[in-house]
């Protein structure tokens, strides 16, 4: 899976414009003190002249506030650095489903919208893929044995599609691979390698077989002008007439 693309966050780049203000603070900080050093020794004698005596309130102050101001900038630093843990914890919940670490719906939504630029929408490539006896195993096996199902599955195809294009969980019972510059070579190729690898899956027995049905899209060949238009074909497509990997 091609992870940049879930990277992006108003999160983040909030978190990282409160990284610069404090960084600048602190820069500032510094320059301030550098000045008054400066200032100090070009006015050491009447400095000294003061020092003789009790420490001006002024400088008491000046003194407070600056180490009052250091302790307010190491405790930002470190209440930023617990929350942006906290906001990547929350930006990953948002984006990822939790069953099978898959991009979510919601990243699906994101993907495909991106997919409208005229570079990728001319060659995209869209397949649409369902489990196709996970209905029956929830109804004969439960819910927790489809879930294991769902999850094996999902672990094959992202390690499949890795090469190929980005894999989503789109709700439920499907998944979907879109991919760029994609003709029906890619496509084929594609599926070749997730039919060889649900094959030894089933082979080793370890669970329930995987039993996948699925449809393709090609834009280059149906020439839409959305990817939502593109998605939908798929759609009809493995309702109307389904293909069985075999």
Do not use: W
């Not at 879930?6 to 550098?34: H, P």
């Not at 070009?42 to 600056?66: E, N």
């Not at 990822?96 to 995209?124: H, M, Q, W």
């Amino acid at each position: 899976m091609k992870p940049d693309f879930y990277d992006r966050s108003k999160r983040t780049n909030i978190y990282n414009s409160i990284y610069i203000l404090k960084i600048l603070s602190l820069i500032l900080l510094i320059i301030l003190t550098i000045l008054m050093t400066i200032f100090y020794y070009r006015d050491k004698a009447a400095y000294d002249v003061i020092a003789g005596g009790s420490t001006p309130l002024v400088f008491r102050i000046m003194t407070a506030c600056i180490l009052l101001f250091v302790a307010v900038i190491i405790g930002d630093f470190y209440i930023l650095s617990k929350t942006a843990s906290i906001g990547r914890h929350l930006n990953k919940l948002a984006f990822i489903d939790k069953l099978t670490g898959l991009p979510n719906r919601y990243s699906c939504d994101l993907l495909v919208e991106s997919f409208n630029s005229p570079d990728r929408l001319p060659n995209a490539g869209f397949i649409l893929l369902r489990i196709n006896n996970l209905g029956e195993i929830n109804a004969d096996n439960g819910h927790a044995n489809g879930n294991n199902l769902i999850s094996e599955f999902c672990s094959i195809l992202e390690d499949v599609s890795e090469n190929y294009g980005y894999v989503g969980r789109n709700g439920g019972n499907e998944y979907i691979v879109l991919m760029e510059n994609c003709d029906n070579t890619n496509i084929e190729m594609f599926l070749m390698d997730l039919t060889k690898r649900i094959h030894g899956y089933n082979e080793l027995n370890v669970g329930y077989p995987l039993e996948i049905a699925y449809s393709k899209c090609l834009n280059c060949d149906e020439h839409l002008e959305k990817m939502s238009e593109l998605i939908s074909c798929g759609y009809q497509k493995i309702r109307e007439m389904p293909l069985i990997l075999a």
